[in-house]
């Protein structure tokens, strides 16, 4: 008889033996992203494969699942926010989405992504949504029938959010983002009204790669990422990743006639290497050690792009080593108007390239879209024709094609649905986290003019780095401020901070 | 019932999952190497040993010693040439090797290794042999054991030098490395006693790293290597690395006052990366996909950086160049002057840095020393002496400590007895072959003067790299030369260039 001390322990190294095939998986995916010569591309597809193929087998094993039971049948569940009642939590949870869905689905998803993904690419490139409508029904059947699988109380779109945000609801998501979006359309209107505008061309005068190389390193060092555990390197698409303890590597691009790119681009890669890197090691391996989900994640990379990185106590620190660093192209510009001309908001297109404010409404519409595909109340063929209106309404301005509309994000392709949402409860979560930190540290944007992060760093390590999975992201913003998640923060802090820029 | 053709072909699938593991395995050394930062390390080796213990587990099972029986049993060996039976012939030679050792004294060398390292590390600091005696006689003992494990005709050094080339046997090695020897001292002697020298100061001028990068990577893609297909990067230790089909790697240093070191460094690599490069990918994951061995691999590394890199017909192609990278450091400099420097003979301590000659003789001298050690005929105590003397006798100078002496390699810290002697049989292979490329091609060297290295490569693909395991190392040479390996062609190719250079 196993007991279900044995069996947690028989749990842990399993979890372990994941957690040394996902790092081997993230090494390898590192070097194809960063290193690999185009003729590797092959094999190193079946390398990667061969890994995950191998941590699905494990962790799908009937073995856990009687462990699993042995387990939850003991006494771990007393105390709810022990190491091990969480460990149980989140192996039960993951257990069971894994298992839930028969393989033939799983099989049949992977492969209609794989293949909608050569066509959505075509698509793009084309601006023509009937080459990937096709691909798109047959996705959107499938993750369907894959919500079904896996079960939901409310609604299916319950079950595919929480493969990001375990725990959350759509109809809180819902609620939290009607009243975000309308906060957010007529202060958009305002600032594009607004007299007072930023002198943008100065971020895209000259800026020689290898000098924004070092001044982006040097910032993510004075945040407190350890360059003894920590890389930088190039990429055609920025990523954080994590080897395991001890080896958490960031990547960026640059443009030469575009300052924001790699800059805020590495600070928001920072961000989510901070995280990691400020895990707790001993749990390293098991839930508890472990990131809260996509969004808690995304709070924490933009809370040191934004909250920090595009702060004016920020630039009253930074901008004068960044001028030292570019002095033919700064040497007219004052720190003010690079602090206004790093802020500019400006409805665009493309959710990647948006500001602050406008990005919120990119993600509300597309999570509007996939609901109403899920429920069955939106088809895809009609998907344009909701978007453009959608994107009007919100963002105030036409979409020219699809190529600059619905066809622009990967996401559904791989049948991500329930992704996009979390970009925009990161903002959320983000600006809620800061305020407590503003208001348990009072002298907060001093410390961050005098470049002193570290109790930033410090106060976010106690709060959220060092709990790992203790606490479900909604738990955990209740913890941490006492509060619900609500959309408070986020528009107090964008009114204050635009408000004043554009004198609203 | 599982037939014979069944068995073979799950041997396949068992030997294709190997090479999945150990060419991952290979990417996460590699970025060890090359990228780490020094935090990673401990959870680095981790997933190292989890990829070394999984290959192990999966190759030393049962079931693969059933399917090789079944598979022995059919008709397979009717063509001991074909495909099938050069991969049976292999798969129960390693298959023997690991499994007539017991785990335990596996293991047992593996811990005492990592000890021994760490003492020799230590020993080879501050010159004192004693630090390093008693870990090296713990391994002797083990290492004799694992020779009675694994079984031996003639003597037990046989079971060790098989491990490193497959086949050769100690007598052969004997009796080819002492008529080597014979020509060799008499030569390094009248050499030293010339009184014609090369300038060799020319090569210790400054030589900036950055366009030796440009000029060792030209040099290696105009050999054929295709870097679509591979990288150069820097590391401490150069080596070269194969990822699988399409992504072979090499890397160097570089050292700002001595162009030798990364120049022929990366031929070296690049010789032995032609050979990963250009084994038959149909194959690939398979020994008949696989190269012969290490003295075979050597040959290779050994001809391009110096059966050509070293010739007076490659520096009639590259002197030019080499000057235009260099217009300052090189301006006084002729190509004749040039090509006798790189090509300096000078008895010296270390053999990573002695010359075409000398080099051979560092190798003997741990090949006796070593055969005195399995055999019991010297004590470990003893080695400093037997070595010092050896030297003396073979490259004519005194050695003055340890560290410069018995101390100077890695290899039997990490229990390596037997490896040394594939160093020297690299330069004997290389040099049979060499001299029947050259046989086979009598314009060879007028091709390599117009810097048309195609038709060896073709002639080296056609007849070694494509052979994959075909053929044993001592058969190969049989097979591509016609003759028995002999000391011959390398003391002619020695005895005509030195003695050219050198006046004698």
């Not at 030469?256 to 924001?260: H, L």
């Given at each position: 008889m196993t007991t279900p001390q044995q069996a947690y322990d028989e749990l842990l190294q399993v979890s372990r033996e994941l957690a040394l095939l996902n790092t081997i998986n993230a090494v390898i995916g590192w070097d194809q992203e960063v290193?690999?010569?185009?003729?590797?591309a092959p094999w190193r597809a079946e390398q990667s494969a061969y890994l995950s193929g191998a941590a699905h087998r494990k962790f799908t094993d009937p073995r856990v699942g009687e462990l699993l039971a042995t387990a939850e049948a003991g006494d771990f569940g007393s105390d709810p926010l022990s190491d091990e009642a969480v460990n149980l939590r989140e192996w039960r949870h993951d257990y069971d989405r894994q298992t839930k869905v028969p393989t033939e689905l799983v099989e049949e998803l992977t492969r209609t992504a794989v293949i909608a993904q050569g066509h959505w690419a075509e698509a793009r490139k084309k601006a023509e949504f009937s080459l990937f409508a096709p691909d798109l029904k047959k996705l959107v059947d499938l993750v369907r029938q894959q919500a079904e699988c896996i079960g939901y109380e409310e609604t299916p779109y319950d079950a595919l959010l929480d493969a990001y945000e375990p725990g959350e609801k759509t109809a809180n998501v819902q609620r939290i983002f009607a009243a975000l979006r309308d906060e957010l359309v007529p202060l958009v209107q305002a600032i594009a009204e607004s007299d007072k505008q930023p002198r943008v061309e100065i971020l895209h005068r000259e800026y020689p790669a290898d000098r924004q190389r070092i001044l982006g390193e040097a910032a993510s060092a004075a945040f407190g990422l350890d360059y003894t555990a920590s890389r930088l390197d190039v990429s055609t698409h920025p990523f954080s990743t994590n080897f395991g303890p001890g080896d958490q590597r960031i990547t960026t691009r640059y443009n030469?006639?575009?300052?924001?790119e790699a800059f805020f681009g590495t600070l928001h890669e920072t961000g989510h290497a901070l995280y990691e890197q400020n895990l707790p090691p001993e749990h390293f391996g098991t839930p508890r050690g472990d990131a809260v989900s996509l969004g808690i994640h995304e709070s924490q990379s933009r809370t040191w792009e934004n909250f920090v990185g595009r702060s004016r106590a920020f630039w009253r620190f930074y901008y004068p080593r960044t001028q030292q660093m570019f002095p033919a192209t700064l040497g007219d510009v004052n720190v003010e108007e690079f602090y206004f001309a790093v802020n500019e908001v400006k409805p665009s297109f493309i959710r990647v390239e948006a500001d602050e404010i406008t990005y919120n409404l990119h993600i509300m519409l597309r999570f509007e879209i996939e609901q109403a595909i899920i429920a069955g109340d939106l088809q895809v063929d009609d998907i344009p024709g909701a978007w453009n209106k959608l994107f009007e309404d919100y963002v105030g301005i036409q979409v020219p094609d699809d190529g600059q509309g619905c066809l622009q994000d990967i996401h559904w392709a791989f049948g991500g649905f329930g992704y996009f949402s979390t970009y925009a409860l990161g903002n959320l979560y983000g600006a809620q986290f800061f305020a407590k930190a503003r208001e348990d540290m009072p002298d907060l944007d001093d410390r961050i003019a005098a470049g002193d992060f570290k109790p930033l760093l410090d106060w976010l390590r106690a709060n959220i780095y060092s709990q790992g999975k203790r606490y479900r992201s909604g738990d955990l913003v209740q913890h941490v401020t006492g509060k619900p998640l609500s959309h408070e923060p986020l528009v107090a802090y964008l009114r204050a901070k635009f408000g004043e820029l554009y004198d609203l």
């Open positions: 290193n690999m010569p185009p003729k590797g030469t006639r575009f300052f924001n």
